[in-house]
C-alpha cells in the first residue's frame, strides 16, 4: 500500500530504489506517528470533519496499534511503503471506512515530519539526561581523585602539574557546551508542523494551534512553506550538536587510550573491560575506547552529509529528504549507547599513583619555580631566564610545594560551580 497510489502499477525496480529500507528506519518513528494521528483525529472530529462515534473508533484502534509497538510485535512487511501507510492500511483494515478519514487534510510530507519532529524531541532530551547522568560520574571521579597528581601536557611533552580530579572535571565541563548546542536542537524540533500538508497548507479549517497543545510542542511553526523547509534545517541543526558531544567524548576516549599505554601508564581497566591479542599475551587492549572514538568520529562527519544533501534544494519538498532519515536516526541510537557503555566503563577505572620525582617529570614544576620567583620580587623575565639557565646546565631542582588557588586550578577545582552551571 503507497498513500499515493492512484491505481496505477509501478515498475519493480524503480519502488525497490525509491523505498529503499524506510520500512526497517520507519520502526524508530513508528509510535511517534500514532501519537500524530491521535491529536490529528481529535482535530478532524473537533472541525467536523469526522464524528465522535468515528473518533472513538480512531483512537480504539490506534491504541491497538500503539500496544503492538511498545511490545515489539507491530511489523511493517514488504507490501507497505513505510509506517504511515502501514497505519493507514490497519485502521481501514479494522475499522472500515472510518480507517480511510484518518489522512483527510495531512499529506505524507507533514506526516513524516511531524513525526521526526517529536522523534528528535523525545531523543534530544533522552541524550541529554544521559549526558547529565555521565557529567555527574565525571565530578565524582573528579571528587575522589581531586588529589592525584597527573602531569600535564602541551604538544605532547611534558609541560605542567595537573591532577585527575582537574582532568575528569574538564570533560564534564566540557559536557555542558554541549548541552547548550542540544537545548538549542530541542529549540528548534518544538514547532509543530502539522497542517503545513505538502507544504501549502489546507483549505480544510483546521485547527493547528489545538494539535500544537495536544502533542506537547511548545510552539508552532506557522509558516506552511517553512514548515517543509525546516526538514534538512532540523538534521543539519541536530547533527552539530550530536558532533559536539561526540567531538567532547571522542577526545576523552584517546586520551585515555594513551593514558593505559605503557609509555605513559596512568590508568589501568578491569581485565573484564579488555581485550587480548591472538599472539602477544601481555596485551590489554583498550577496544571499548577505540571503539567509542571511532564511532564518535563517524558522528562528527554527519553534519557534512546533512549539508550536502540539502544546501542547493529549492523550496517546497523534495524526495532527497528520505536520505535524512537513516543516518540521523542512526547516529541517535549510536550515540546513546556511547553514553551509556562510556559512563558504565569510566566508573571502573584505576588510577595509579605516578611518581612526580621522577627524572621524567622533572621539569614539571618549571613554571611554579619561575612564579615564585616573581612573587619574591624579580621580574618574570629575569625569573625566566634563572630557571632556564638552571634546565641548561643540568642543575635544575624542583621545588613541588606550590598551591594553585585561584578558581578551577588543580588545587580549587570549584566542582560546586560547575555542577551549578549545567543546565537543568
Known amino acids: 500500500m503507497k498513500l499515493w497510489d492512484k491505481g496505477i502499477s509501478i515498475d519493480k525496480k524503480i519502488e525497490q530504489f525509491t523505498v529503499g529500507n524506510d520500512r526497517e528506519i520507519d520502526i524508530h518513528i513508528a509510535k511517534y506517528d500514532v501519537i500524530a494521528s491521535k491529536a490529528h483525529a481529535k482535530m478532524l472530529q473537533k472541525i467536523g470533519i469526522i464524528t465522535v462515534e468515528e473518533l472513538v473508533e480512531l483512537l480504539g484502534g490506534l491504541k491497538v496499534l500503539e500496544t503492538q509497538i511498545e ?12 509506517v504511515h501507510s502501514k497505519i ?35 531523543n534530544l532530551n533522552n541524550v541529554k539526561q ?17 588529589d592525584k597528581v597527573l602531569p600535564g601536557y602541551t604538544h605532547l611533552q611534558v609541560a605542567m602539574p595537573s591532577s585527575f580530579g582537574l582532568w575528569f572535571s574538564a570533560y564534564a565541563e566540557l559536557m555542558i557546551d554541549d548541552v547548550y548546542l542540544l537545548n538549542a536542537s530541542i529549540k528548534t524540533v518544538d514547532q509543530n508542523p502539522l497542517g503545513s500538508a505538502a507544504g501549502y497548507g489546507s483549505s480544510f479549517p483546521i485547527d493547528r494551534e489545538f494539535t500544537t497543545k495536544e502533542m506537547g510542542f511548545d510552539t508552532l511553526k506557522y509558516n506552511v512553506v517553512a ?35 605503557q609509555n605513559f601508564g596512568f590508568i ?8 587480548g591479542s591472538s599472539i602477544m599475551p601481555h596485551k590489554k587492549n583498550p577496544d571499548v575506547f577505540e571503539l567509542i572514538r571511532g564511532k564518535c568520529n563517524k558522528i562528527q ?7 550536502l544533501i540539502t544546501n542547493n534544494l529549492p523550496s517546497g519538498y523534495h524526495r532527497d529528504f528520505q ?28 588510577v595509579k599513583n605516578i ?8 621539569y614539571l614544576f618549571t613554571v611554579d619555580n619561575i612564579n615564585t620567583l616573581v612573587v619574591e620580587g624579580q621580574s618574570f623575565r629575569e625569573a625566566y631566564q634563572k630557571i632556564g639557565g638552571q634546565v641548561q646546565e643540568g642543575t635544575y631542582v624542583p621545588d613541588t610545594s606550590k598551591q594553585h588557588t585561584h578558581v578551577g586550578s588543580i588545587h580549587n577545582l570549584s566542582l560546586d560551580k560547575i555542577r551549578e552551571k549545567f543546565p537543568r
Open 301 to 307: 562527519a554527519l553534519q557534512a552529509e546533512m549539508i
Open 71 to 82: 511490545n515489539g510485535t507491530f511489523v511493517i512487511e514488504e507490501q507497505f511503503e513505510d
Open 323 to 350: 536520505l535524512l532519515k537513516e543516518n540521523i536516526i542512526a547516529a541517535f541510537e549510536e550515540i546513546k549507547d556511547i553514553l551509556d557503555i562510556f559512563n558504565y566503563s569510566i566508573q571502573q577505572i584505576i
Open 130 to 146: 544521559k549526558t547529565q547522568t555521565f557529567f555527574e560520574t565525571l565530578l565524582g571521579l573528579a571528587e575522589t581523585y581531586k
Open 88 to 122: 493507514e492500511f490497519e485502521l481501514t483494515k479494522n475499522l472500515g471506512e472510518v480507517g480511510k478519514k484518518i489522512h483527510s487534510a495531512r499529506s505524507r510530507n507533514d506526516q513524516v515530519l511531524v513525526a521526526l519532529h517529536l522523534y528528535y524531541k523525545d
Open 268 to 275: 589501568s581497566f578491569p581485565d573484564e573491560l579488555t581485550t
Open 227 to 261: 514548515a517543509q523547509m525546516g526538514r534538512g534545517k532540523n538534521e543539519r541543526t541536530i547533527a552539530v550538536a550530536l558532533g559536539g558531544l561526540a567531538n567532547t567524548m571522542s577526545r576523552f576516549a584517546m586520551d585515555i587510550c594513551l593514558y593505559m599505554s
Open 355 to 362: 611518581d612526580i620525582h621522577s627524572d621524567l617529570y622533572k
